[in-house]
């Protein structure tokens, strides 16, 4: 009987899990990165507050080169998404 009751708590503790899965990767922000926007290097977040240098990038990466790649410095053109969101939005 104890092999059956682990197994019922295993499959609503993996069940939660996956809901919270969904829920937090639905509503959540593009990854940013401090970046110079004329050559992509990436700079210290403290250049992208209150009037440095640097802007904020949006989604892709951090090449070998240190530039950043395959995002956007427009946030709303890096679209999250997520397991079971819809990609509509208002504009």
Do not use: H, W
Not at 9 to 17: C, F, K, Q, Y
């Amino acid at each position: 009987m104890a092999g059956r009751r682990l197994r019922s708590s295993t499959v609503v503790l993996g069940g939660m899990g996956l809901l919270a899965l969904t829920i937090t990767s639905c509503g959540s922000e593009p990854d940013k990165r401090c970046a110079d926007r004329t050559t992509r290097k990436t700079l210290p977040s403290s250049e992208c507050r209150s009037g440095g240098s640097g802007s904020y990038y949006y989604g892709g990466n951090k090449g070998g080169d240190g530039k950043v790649q395959g995002g956007s410095f427009d946030k709303s053109a890096v679209d999250r998404g997520g397991f079971g969101c819809s990609k509509s939005g208002g504009g």
